[in-house]
């Protein structure tokens, strides 16, 4: 084993890592749970403080394989060390804000940069500092951690904002930030000197910065802002950028503006890699069959995984009624699942292979999302949906720890940072469609049941009328007024949810078969006992990053 695997300081180097990762991760869905207490606070309305969580995963979208491609010229370390500044900043003036975009400029730009930064680098510092069968056990520790901050974010979120405040899930980040920069300085081994420094592709940079932004707000906007027709004023601090009354929405010409930009990137992309000028990306890569069946099996799975964990949040909070802490209490033993599925995964490889456990997970986890499916209804129990989130979490923990793995596993050294950003961007593309179609067929049928449910209901004219009126304009918004028809029409709204989010589930465990289907497309890849695997071959885990509209926020106690 080499030196840097026998450095004693090489764990330490660990626990700093995927502490970072936990901030970064958390950033994505702890701040949901509290925009009701933020517009009170801040006496602004839900339209403008959503864009502090959009905002945030807009520009971490856009920047990642920027932020790869920095850590491959400029050294993981230093980048690494880059963006925990920038997001320590960013975190210092959010939890000093008292305006809108105060909170916008420090949450969602500034810490969104420093996010795209640190999250590719921490590849290559634990492929770089570990060895052998200790690098499976770091980037399992590191996956496990990552994936289970997903299930963990609304708890905290909601703990911090109903027992201390709000802006202590920025003051977290104010104290891990420098911390994980000291330890870094004191810990971590310096970044190799290149032998000739290239630069970087500063036009290839624009084009896929601009082209990623407006297709990542284009898959996640949709449903918010209308697919054709306009249906909602777009708004930015109080400027009407897109106003409704227009022919049409501005989705389809951001969608276009994607395709035109990201194409240039790809042509621009090609002729730099055929001159051998430093290109930003080498579509080349993609010849390794690993790398480009993995991206696809990755961006499929998170379009699943994504849109489970924006049923799950809906339904508990409108057909169970739970608060926001007790809606994240159930979500607990998901991300234990989590935590032990990477953990098993990671020591199954020896005996199914890489590319065996990513199956095996992906086929667990569809198993666990039809039981969940099955499970739903308004009498539902967390004992009774709990083996469900035991084969669910299991299977994330199982697929996600070991698909980095095969997605990197051919890619050259000096391009692996680069490929982690291409990873993680290829997930935050697949969570937008995931949750945009899961989740509107979650509205469309909770729609069309609640219509049939009032119609059958033995309810006095007038309060039936009234109510499929609200429920055909709201949907899951509805919300029956006071009297004596109130606790039928309760009734109704939660049975409507509980028969909507059965075919969701059902669609999103459709989603990952086809996402196992894929993966047979992967070679395989299986590391013979004993074997110290290649040092380009990096075993762990990209954090499936929720799409800021995951947790359902009910703004009606606002």
Same mark, same amino acid.
């Given at each position: 084993?080499?030196?840097?695997?026998?450095?004693?300081?090489?764990?330490?180097?660990?626990?700093?890592?995927?502490?970072?990762?936990?901030?970064?991760?958390?950033?994505?869905?702890?701040?949901?749970?509290?925009?009701?207490?933020?517009?009170?606070?801040?006496?602004?309305?839900?339209?403008?403080?959503?864009?502090?969580?959009?905002?945030?995963?807009?520009?971490?979208?856009?920047?990642?394989?920027?932020?790869?491609?920095?850590?491959?010229?400029?050294?993981?370390?230093?980048?690494?060390?880059?963006?925990?500044?920038?997001?320590?900043?960013?975190?210092?003036?959010?939890?000093?804000?008292?305006?809108?975009?105060?909170?916008?400029?420090?949450?969602?730009l500034i810490e969104g940069i420093g996010a795209s930064l640190m999250l590719p680098a921490t590849l290559g510092i634990l492929s770089r500092t570990f060895r052998g069968?200790?690098?499976?056990?770091?980037?399992?520790?590191?996956?496990?951690?990552?994936?289970?901050?997903?299930?963990?974010?609304?708890?905290?979120?909601?703990?911090?904002?109903?027992?201390?405040?709000?802006?202590?899930?920025?003051?977290?980040?104010?104290?891990? %930030?420098?911390?994980?920069?000291?330890?870094?300085?004191?810990?971590?081994?310096?970044?190799?000197?290149?032998?000739?420094?290239?630069?970087?592709?500063?036009?290839?940079?624009?084009?896929?910065?601009?082209?990623?932004?407006?297709?990542?707000?284009?898959?996640?906007?949709?449903?918010?802002?209308?697919?054709?027709?306009?249906?909602?004023?777009?708004?930015?601090?109080?400027?009407?950028?897109?106003?409704?009354?227009?022919?049409?929405?501005?989705?389809?010409?951001?969608?276009?503006?994607?395709?035109?930009?990201?194409?240039?990137?790809?042509?621009?992309?090609?002729?730099?890699?055929?001159?051998?000028?430093?290109?930003?990306?080498?579509?080349?890569?993609?010849?390794?069959?690993?790398?480009?069946?993995?991206?696809?099996?990755?961006?499929?799975?998170?379009?699943?995984?994504?849109?489970?964990?924006?049923?799950?949040?809906?339904?508990?909070?409108?057909?169970?009624?739970?608060?926001?802490?007790?809606?994240?209490?159930?979500?607990?033993?998901?991300?234990?699942?989590?935590?032990?599925?990477?953990?098993?995964?990671?020591?199954?490889?020896?005996?199914?292979?890489?590319?065996?456990?990513?199956?095996?997970?992906?086929?667990?986890?569809?198993?666990?999302?039809?039981?969940?499916?099955?499970?739903?209804?308004?009498?539902?129990?967390?004992?009774?949906?709990?083996?469900?989130?035991?084969?669910?979490?299991?299977?994330?923990?199982?697929?996600?720890?070991?698909?980095?793995?095969?997605?990197?596993?051919?890619?050259d050294p000096d391009k692996s940072g680069a490929a982690s950003g291409a990873n993680a961007t290829v997930r935050q593309v697949g969570s937008?469609?995931?949750?945009?179609?899961?989740?509107?067929?979650?509205?469309?049928?909770?729609?069309?049941?609640?219509?049939?449910?009032?119609?059958?209901?033995?309810?006095?004219?007038?309060?039936?009328?009234?109510?499929?009126?609200?429920?055909?304009?709201?949907?899951?918004?509805?919300?029956?007024?006071?009297?004596?028809?109130?606790?039928?029409?309760?009734?109704?709204?939660?049975?409507?949810?509980?028969?909507?989010?059965?075919?969701?589930?059902?669609?999103?465990?459709?989603?990952?078969?086809?996402?196992?289907?894929?993966?047979?497309?992967?070679? %395989?890849?299986?590391?013979?006992?004993?074997?110290?695997?290649?040092?380009?071959?990096?075993?762990?885990?990209?954090?499936?990053?929720?799409?800021? %509209?995951?947790?359902?926020?009910?703004?009606?106690?606002?």
């Amino acid at each position: 084993m080499g030196a840097e695997a026998d450095d004693p300081r090489r764990w330490f180097t660990l626990a700093i890592v995927i502490t970072a990762v936990l901030i970064v991760v958390l950033d994505n869905t702890v701040l949901n749970v509290a925009i009701p207490t933020i517009l009170r606070d801040f006496h602004t309305t839900l339209p403008s403080l959503q864009w502090v969580v959009t905002g945030y995963a807009l520009t971490f979208a856009t920047l990642l394989i920027i932020g790869g491609r920095l850590a491959d010229l400029y050294g993981a370390r230093r980048t690494f060390m880059v963006g925990a500044a920038l997001f320590g900043a960013g975190s210092l003036l959010a939890s000093l804000s008292t305006s809108v975009p105060v909170l916008i400029l420090g949450e969602a730009l500034i810490e969104g940069i420093g996010a795209s930064l640190m999250l590719p680098a921490t590849l290559g510092i634990l492929s770089r500092t570990f060895r052998g069968r200790e690098r499976a056990a770091a980037f399992a520790a590191w996956g496990a951690v990552a994936g289970a901050a997903v299930a963990f974010g609304p708890i905290l979120g909601g703990y911090l904002t109903t027992y201390h405040s709000w802006r202590w899930a920025f003051r977290i980040n104010v104290i891990v %930030t420098p911390l994980a920069i000291l330890g870094a300085l004191v810990f971590m081994g310096r970044d190799a000197r290149a032998e000739r420094r290239e630069r970087l592709d500063v036009p290839g940079a624009l084009l896929v910065a601009a082209g990623m932004f407006c297709l990542v707000f284009g898959l996640s906007e949709g449903g918010t802002y209308g697919w054709s027709s306009p249906i909602k004023t777009l708004v930015v601090l109080h400027h009407h950028v897109w106003p409704a009354s227009r022919p049409v929405s501005l989705i389809p010409l951001a969608f276009v503006a994607a395709a035109v930009l990201l194409s240039a990137f790809y042509v621009l992309e090609r002729r730099k890699e055929r001159e051998d000028r430093s290109p930003l990306f080498e579509f080349g890569q993609l010849r390794h069959r690993g790398f480009r069946y993995g991206l696809l099996t990755a961006m499929v799975l998170a379009m699943g995984q994504l849109g489970v964990l924006f049923v799950l949040p809906v339904f508990l909070q409108d057909g169970k009624h739970l608060s926001a802490v007790d809606n994240g209490l159930w979500m607990v033993p998901l991300g234990a699942f989590i935590v032990v599925g990477a953990q098993v995964g990671g020591r199954l490889t020896r005996r199914l292979g890489v590319t065996g456990v990513v199956r095996a997970g992906l086929v667990i986890d569809s198993v666990g999302l039809v039981y969940i499916a099955l499970s739903v209804s308004p009498h539902i129990t967390l004992l009774s949906v709990l083996p469900g989130f035991a084969l669910f979490g299991l299977g994330v923990g199982f697929a996600t720890s070991q698909l980095t793995n095969v997605i990197l596993f051919d890619i050259d050294p000096d391009k692996s940072g680069a490929a982690s950003g291409a990873n993680a961007t290829v997930r935050q593309v697949g969570s937008a469609p995931g949750v945009a179609v899961i989740g509107s067929i979650l509205s469309t049928q909770t729609i069309h049941h609640g219509i049939a449910r009032v119609q059958a209901a033995a309810l006095p004219a007038a309060d039936k009328a009234r109510a499929l009126s609200q429920i055909r304009a709201r949907g899951l918004n509805f919300t029956a007024a006071p009297g004596r028809s109130a606790a039928v029409l309760g009734r109704t709204l939660e049975g409507a949810v509980a028969a909507a989010a059965r075919p969701a589930l059902v669609l999103a465990a459709a989603i990952v078969v086809a996402g196992t289907a894929l993966s047979m497309l992967i070679p %395989t890849i299986a590391i013979p006992e004993g074997a110290v695997p290649p040092d380009e071959a990096v075993e762990g885990l990209e954090p499936v990053d929720p799409d800021p %509209t995951v947790t359902v926020v009910d703004v009606r106690s606002a």
